[in-house]
């Protein structure tokens, strides 16, 4: 199993994907944020410009923002986020 469990579908993540240009992702609690990088970038075949982790609850979430030519909203209909 990877590191990422499954995309996060609340109103933040919704908004973070069309104000910012981010995915919103739990993940597991060992992630660091550069295998979260690298699954993304490879799962998705899209480029990151940086992650950012919270864990909260005794779940970790990651925020990935994407480069400008990938839009995080088309990412996210590809898994059926929208």
């Not at 995309?7 to 973070?16: D, T």
């Amino acid at each position: 199993m990877g590191v990422i469990l499954y995309p996060l579908m609340g109103e933040k993540a919704v908004n973070l994907r069309e104000k910012n240009n981010a995915l919103s992702f739990a993940v597991d609690i060992k992630a660091t944020k550069e295998q979260i990088k690298e699954e993304l970038e490879k799962d998705y075949k899209i480029k990151v410009i940086k992650v950012n982790t919270l864990i909260i609850h005794g779940m970790k979430k990651a925020y990935a923002k994407l480069m400008p030519e990938y839009s995080a909203v088309d990412i996210a209909s590809r898994f059926g986020a929208i």
